[in-house]
Every structure is written in structure tokens, then in C-alpha cells.
């Protein structure tokens, strides 16, 4: 099974960028649906962006035009840049996989579909 594992983040004022990396145990880039998910304490987990082995990438609605995910097959790495960061991105963001060529946007809201998880990464956002 895919391990992963999440680095990049920290603490930034608002306006800034981190770019958090997801390292993967194995290329998923053939067979898994992957995402980048996010939780406060007391909150649903929600899902903020997805790439399926297309290529195809998705974001929330609260992210979009901010944030983008990609991926570096050859160190078998996720990664999501991510600008502009406001207070309320503050969260733990952990990297997500599902053994599915495709990813759906109803998924962002879904977190029990994916199979493996991060420990996490925490972001910090100060106004």
C-alpha cells in the first residue's frame, strides 16, 4: 500500500505563499486519485484540490486561482503551491490517496473515499 508523507508547512502572514510537498512511496501517478485535504479542530475535513492519473486537476471554490497542485513524477512528489494565503487556510493539510484513475468533485466533501493518508502538515496564516 502508498505511504505518504507531508512537508512544507509553517507560518506566514497573510498575502504569502508555502508550497507544502507530499512524498509518495511509490508513483501514483498511474493508479491513484490524489488530494490535498484540510481540518481545523472541531471541523469536517474538506478537500481542497485533486489530480487524477490524466492529469486533471480540481479545486474548491475557496482555493481556486490560488492554490495549485502538481506533480513530479520522477521523485514521485505531489506538491501544492500555494499563494495569496488568508487566515482562514489556516488548517492541517494532509495529502489523501485512492486506488481510481479519476477524481470527483463530490470526493471534496467525501474524505472516507480515500484509502491512505499523511500524518499531516500544519499552515499557519496571520492577519
Known amino acids: 500500500q502508498v505511504q505518504l508523507v507531508e512537508s512544507g508547512g509553517g507560518s506566514v502572514q497573510a498575502g504569502g505563499s508555502l508550497r507544502l510537498s507530499c512524498a509518495t512511496s511509490?508513483?501514483?501517478?498511474?493508479?491513484?486519485?490524489m488530494a490535498w485535504f484540510r481540518q481545523t479542530p472541531g471541523k469536517k475535513r474538506e478537500g481542497v484540490a485533486q489530480?487524477?492519473?490524466?492529469?486533471?486537476?480540481r479545486y474548491t471554490d475557496s482555493v481556486r486561482g490560488r492554490f495549485t497542485l502538481s506533480r513530479d513524477g520522477a521523485k514521485n512528489i505531489l506538491y501544492l503551491q500555494m499563494n495569496g494565503l488568508k487566515p482562514e487556510d489556516t488548517a492541517m493539510y494532509y495529502c489523501?490517496?485512492?486506488?481510481?484513475?479519476?477524481?470527483?468533485?463530490?470526493?471534496?466533501?467525501?474524505?472516507?473515499?480515500?484509502?491512505?493518508w499523511g500524518p499531516g502538515t500544519q499552515v499557519t496564516v496571520s492577519s
Open positions: 511509490e508513483d501514483t501517478s498511474a493508479k491513484y486519485c
Open positions: 489530480i487524477d492519473v490524466y492529469g486533471t486537476t
Open positions: 489523501a490517496a485512492v486506488v481510481s484513475s479519476m477524481c470527483a468533485d463530490v470526493w471534496f466533501t467525501l474524505p472516507n473515499v480515500f484509502d491512505y
